[in-house]
């Protein structure tokens, strides 16, 4: 728009640009004052049509024809989809068209423009605007979150600097005690020899006086011993230790330093939010033709309910009893620890930080075991925790049902801070079934947060504000035994798995539901489930009581 003519200031004449408009030619489309009116009427070249300006609202500013130049579109063509004059519809190319009058198509098309520019000037523009403030708000606080990062992976560098720093000291200690004994051996040695050394002088002293004397009774009572010294003392040997360095496998140390998950940047269309490409997103992994069972632990329960990856070679498992273990890749028990209850743990997850969480459904407690002490973190009342999961955030998740049996939630802690429920969609109607103690949860690459639902027989899958996104209650093409989800995890590829506990199988889904694949693998009643930093899957038998491990990437 002409800065002249804003809202706030006079009109004015588009030819004199001084005198405020009184005046519109129709013809022309030109706004005139008073006295430019009559100069612009000496034009007697044109048939101008000068109204008041306050009337050219209401009067249509018809456009000559340009097949006709004395003529006016003053009619609209269905057909076409364009204003034509009365010639063209009577003797021209528009001759038999539909026609209607063009001020009724401009007083739709009028209505229609006035409601487009309500919606853009009070809800898509106002919308824009809020998008601009929340993205400033967010640059704003780049610097302190990405600082927070940075001040994280130097702790973590001073953490690691430390544990070298203490493990060259005692590897130094443990030389120089080796050192020590070595001179010790040496020294002992060494007086031996002297020793002996000294005895040989005396005796060939001894033997240059009896020489020396002539006497005979020294000489008959001489006894030899070179016999005795022919032997040498005993030489002590010392093999050097010797420093075994190991190659050091920059994959294993980068993985224990710590693992950053990648930027993700979504792009967010109504009200649904859709992952763009992300910037450092993963590699992308195939599914296997045939997944593969690479290794089988014996975990020495009766019954196996939960496995959980502390490392690419070490699991911590749950089963019957009140004991949880940690075991490698070859069943070799390396900690064990009970439940501070005595009752068996009901679930069992990982954080962040390799420290280990468990639910006891029975005390309505939450722990976390560090260092191998158990500390109870959240007590609920009315409500008792089932299945649980450590987040991206190193929140945690933890499906619940209350004590009468009738609900069921998911409930989001940072420590002992509940920071989201999610219990109902949007039209009020619960989201999991109150029935059933096994709700296994996961969270996926995408933030959605996945429950395998057991009592449902579906796996219900919210987005990060606790929307519905989909449910999905196995293949249409399964005529066994039903769907039974029971364990559920997620990989870098943002695939959800779901053990089928009655068809012995897992079902591999897209981020959106979307049915894959099943992985067999001859699999026994699989129950628990976790993937790896690799993307293994480890799958927690009931029956057999083994995790099997299998590459199906």
């Not at 639910?359 to 075991?369: A, F, G, R, S």
């Amino acid at each position: 728009m002409h800065p002249r003519r804003s809202g706030q200031e006079v009109l004015l004449c588009d030819l004199c640009e001084t005198v405020p408009l009184q005046s519109h030619c129709e013809l022309c489309n030109i706004n005139l004052c008073k006295a430019c009116v009559g100069e612009h009427l000496s034009d007697s070249s044109k048939r101008h049509n000068v109204v008041p300006f306050l009337h050219i609202k209401s009067t249509p500013n018809y456009h000559k024809c340009p097949d006709h130049a004395d003529k006016h579109c003053e009619i609209y063509c269905e057909k076409c989809g364009i204003p034509v004059c009365l010639t063209c519809v009577t003797s021209g190319k528009h001759k038999g068209h539909d026609i209607s009058d063009i001020l009724e198509k401009l007083g739709a098309k009028t209505e229609s423009l006035q409601k487009d520019l309500k919606e853009l000037e009070t809800r898509i523009y106002p919308r824009y605007e809020e998008m601009v403030s929340n993205v400033e708000t967010e640059k704003a606080e780049l610097e302190t979150k990405y600082g927070k990062l940075t001040t994280d992976a130097d702790q973590q560098g001073e953490i690691l600097h430390r544990e070298v720093t203490a493990i060259v000291n005692r590897r130094k200690s443990a030389i120089a005690e080796m050192k020590t004994k070595h001179l010790d051996a040496l020294n002992k040695n060494t007086d031996e020899i002297t020793q002996k050394m000294a005895e040989l002088k005396q005796i060939m002293s001894d033997l240059k006086s009896i020489l020396k004397s002539n006497d005979v009774s020294l000489t008959s009572t001489y006894k030899s011993r070179n016999s005795e010294f022919r032997t040498l003392p005993p030489k002590v040997r010392v093999t050097l230790p010797s420093f075994s360095a190991q190659k050091i496998n920059k994959d294993q140390l980068n993985e224990m330093f710590g693992s950053l998950l990648p930027l993700s940047i979504n792009t967010e269309h109504g009200d649904a939010m859709k992952s763009a490409e992300a910037v450092s997103s993963p590699p992308v992994k195939p599914l296997l033709d045939e997944p593969r069972v690479t290794v089988t632990i014996d975990t020495g329960y009766n019954n196996l309910y939960s496995v959980s990856c502390l490392s690419e070679d070490q699991v911590w498992t749950c089963g019957n009893n009140e004991t949880m273990k940690l075991l490698n890749l070859q069943s070799k028990l390396l900690t064990s620890i009970q439940t501070k209850s005595g009752d068996r743990p009901w679930d069992i997850a990982v954080t962040r930080d390799g420290d280990l969480v468990y639910t006891d459904e029975y005390k309505h407690t939450i722990n976390l075991i560090k260092n191998k002490k158990i500390q109870t973190v959240i007590t609920l009342q009315g409500w008792g925790p089932l299945n649980v999961c450590c987040t991206a955030a190193n929140d945690l998740l933890v499906t619940m049902y209350s004590d009468d049996r009738e609900q069921s939630k998911v409930v989001r802690y940072s420590g002992s801070t509940e920071k989201q429920s999610i219990q109902f969609d949007d039209q009020g109607r619960p989201l999991y079934s109150s029935s059933g103690l096994y709700k296994h949860i996961s969270e996926n690459k995408n933030l959605d947060i996945c429950v395998a639902d057991f009592s449902a027989r579906a796996v219900v899958v919210v987005n990060q504000s606790g929307k519905l996104r989909f449910r999905y209650t196995g293949h249409p093409s399964n005529t066994e035994q039903s769907f039974t989800p029971y364990g559920i995890t997620t990989d870098s590829q943002s695939h959800i798995l779901t053990a089928d506990d009655n068809n012995d199988r897992i079902h591999i889904l897209d981020q959106d539901g979307q049915f894959l694949r099943y992985i067999h693998c001859h699999l026994k009643s699989p129950f628990g489930l976790c993937v790896d930093i690799r993307d293994n899957l480890f799958v927690a038998e009931f029956n057999t009581a083994k995790v099997k491990k299998i590459q199906y990437l």
